[in-house]
T-cell receptor, first 116, second 120 residues
Framework: GENVEQHPSTLSVQEGDSAVIKCTYS??????FPWYKQELGKRPQLIID?????GEKKDQRIAVTLNKTAKHFSLHITETQPEDSAVYFC???????????????FGQGTILTVHP | EADIYQTPRYLVIGTGKKITLECSQT?????MYWYQQDPGMELHLIHY???????EKGDLSSESTVSRIRTEHFPLTLESARPSHTSQYLC???????????????????FGPGTRLTVL
């Protein structure tokens, strides 16, 4: 099955700096890669996602890049703010069809702390 | 408003008790999932369902069981709770779609607020 590795496990930055979180996946058939943000005591929520036919996607201060050849994807947050402090999870979704369709395999999570 | 609901939000029980964690969604989704998560840690899939009368074990072995008799309802049951079951349990649902025209599957999972279970 799919295996997703996420690094770093913790990341501390100063407000205004950039933050980068990296993930690698094992199943070359995966074609959907979302990122979730989970604030303390809250439920995980999707912040951005990318599909396998796209190399980069941006949404204001966040961006995701995908390298299918190397099987890794990254989350980039620019001009970080204290409210960006949360746990971030990457995930990969296997190809459609069969019993794996719709399943997400999550990375281990990164605790991001943005200091004012 | 379309959402996912979980009850109870917090539960403290003694060892050996039978419990059922409720999950309901008004999203109209066919696919539903149960995850186990310790605070700030990885989400482990323990059960999933692709529709009524369909249930599958997830990637993490669990002593819990699930049922899917109605589309909107996906309860999780522990027949005999133990301290090792202490954790947060998150329910989620999704409606995977193939992207048009960009291709690929879009599978946003929507999560419920979770049930924090403590077994003494």
């Amino acid at each position: 099955g799919e295996n997703v590795e996420q690094h770093p496990s913790t990341l501390s930055v100063q407000e205004g700096d950039s933050a980068v979180i990296k993930c690698t996946y094992s199943d070359s058939a995966s074609n959907y890669f979302p990122w979730y943000k989970q604030e303390l005591g809250k439920r995980p929520q999707l912040i951005i996602d990318i599909r396998s036919n796209v190399g980069e996607k941006k949404d204001q201060r966040i961006a995701v890049t995908l390298n299918k050849t190397a099987k890794h994807f990254s989350l980039h947050i620019t001009e970080t703010q204290p409210e960006d402090s949360a746990v971030y999870f990457c995930a990969a979704s296997p190809n459609a069809g069969g019993t794996s369709y719709g399943k997400l395999t999550f990375g281990q999570g990164t605790i991001l702390t943005v200091h004012p | 408003e379309a959402d996912i609901y979980q009850t109870p939000r917090y539960l403290v029980i003694g060892t050996g008790k039978k419990i059922t964690l409720e999950c309901s969604q008004t999203m109209g989704h066919d696919k539903m999932y149960w995850y186990q998560q310790d605070p700030g840690m990885e989400l482990h899939l323990i059960h999933y369902s692709y529709g009524v009368n369909s249930t599958e074990k997830g990637d993490l072995s669990s002593e819990s069981t699930v049922s899917r008799i109605r589309t909107e309802h996906f309860p999780l049951t522990l027949e005999s709770a133990r301290p090792s079951h202490t954790s947060q349990y998150l329910c989620a649902s999704s409606d995977p779609k193939w992207g048009v025209p960009s291709g690929g599957v879009h599978n946003e999972q929507f999560f419920g607020p979770g049930t924090r279970l403590t077994v003494l």
